[in-house]
């Protein structure tokens, strides 16, 4: 009998600890997911008012989100909310290119009411989690050129008005070339090389010989060396994005190598050594991550800003469309029209406020952009 029953134990023992480490499984206690915000609260729901089904319904709207969402170009200011009767999502696809920082700034009537979190779109349609909103802003390094999505979520009937503006700078602050601007770069990536035998892996910034060279970023003095293409050069390590920055055809070298420098340090000065002693003085640039990628894009300057919100009390309204059809629209421009219409005095909901756009959510259940 004691056999029989010893017996019985370890195979109760067994049968819980192999529950136990399936449920570990299927938690992933030990990835960044399982102690983001959003999972912290999820969990928590467990212990909550809420039924079963409406926690599956809350976990089950960011994909219902993403199969109904819309594009933005950059730069855009929306404003989206919830009133606390439903449990709704948002998701919005990005077109971002290497080079470029993602900038999120949230203004917010209730702090912590809803989560706010940066996806890529892998090439098997999969989306990687790439960053959350822990406080009102983000500053994204865009490493890699693609589709993103911002999805936007509520937490359980909670009521709430969020203005987000979406715009996008260079990676790094600095332009390497003091005094400089876009306009001083006149030769580009990719354009030929020795009769085409080669492509330019770089861009050149003209300037006036002895104009002082500024680090982009932080970082260490890897190589300091003259000769070959490249003449005098320059290369400067960023740890941060594991990747390394040249300068060539220097006039002067100002480090050595194994220096410290701050972005914004002097390193050198323009000039044309090495091969670009025929040609008026430049700052060769380069990036390479595990290989040359361009540079443009991580220190061209950006201007443009996004157009203020206007009108912005029809959140959360359902309105009636007026007496003509109302064209919609799958990104706020007019080059991205749906193949529908709504007929008059249609009612729709608005979930989100553009400064020139509504978005709405449309009878058949999905969402558009509507013009005001």
């Known amino acids: 009998m004691k056999k029989i029953l010893w017996r019985s134990f370890k195979i109760l023992l067994s049968l819980l600890l192999l529950g136990a480490f399936a449920f570990l499984i299927y938690l992933k206690p030990f990835t960044p ?39 933005l170009d950059l730069p855009v200011n929306l404003q989206v909310g919830e009133t606390g009767e439903d449990l709704s999502a948002w998701a919005y696809h990005l077109e971002l290119k290497e080079g470029q920082k993602l900038l999120i700034e949230i203004s917010r009537d209730t702090a ?47 009521p709430f008005t969020a203005n987000i503006e ?40 003209f300037a006036k010989k002895g104009t002082p060279l500024l680090a982009v970023c932080d970082g260490e003095i890897r190589r300091v060396r003259e000769g070959g293409l490249g003449g005098r050069t320059v290369w400067l390590y ?58 443009y894009l991580f220190v061209k300057r950006v201007a443009e800003k996004a157009e203020p919100l206007k009108n912005t009390e029809q959140l959360t309204d359902t309105l009636s469309i007026t007496e003509r059809p109302a064209r919609m629209y799958f990104a706020p421009r007019k080059e991205a029209k749906a193949n529908a219409v709504l007929v008059a005095e249609t009612a729709v909901k608005v979930t989100a406020v553009l400064p020139d756009y509504l978005q709405i959510k449309a009878p058949n259940g999905r969402s558009y952009f509507v013009p005001k």
């Open 33 to 71: 997911e399982f102690w983001s915000e959003r999972a912290k609260y999820e969990r928590s729901l467990w212990f909550s008012e809420y039924g079963s089904e409406q926690i599956d319904a809350w976990r089950a709207a960011p994909s219902i989100a993403r199969a109904d969402s819309l594009f």
């Open 112 to 158: 912590d009411l809803f989560f706010a979190d940066l996806y890529f779109k892998e090439e098997n349609g999969k989306y990687s989690s790439e960053a959350t909103l822990k406080s009102d802003s983000l500053a994204y390094p865009v490493l890699e050129s693609g589709v993103y999505l911002l999805q936007i979520q509520g937490k359980m009937y909670e």
């Open 166 to 205: 979406l715009h996008t700078a260079p990676i790094y602050d600095v332009f390497p070339v003091a005094g400089k601007d876009n306009r001083a770069v006149q030769s580009f990536w990719g354009a030929p090389r020795d009769g085409g035998r080669r492509k330019h892996e770089g861009i050149d910034i």
């Open 238 to 295: 960023d740890s941060e994005l594991d990747q390394s920055i040249y300068y060539a055809h220097l006039d002067e070298q100002l480090v050595s190598a194994g220096d410290y420098v701050t972005a914004g340090d002097t390193i050198g000065t323009v000039g044309n050594t090495g091969n670009a002693r025929t040609t008026p003085p430049h700052l060769h640039l380069g990036i390479y991550v595990n290989g040359a990628v361009d540079p």
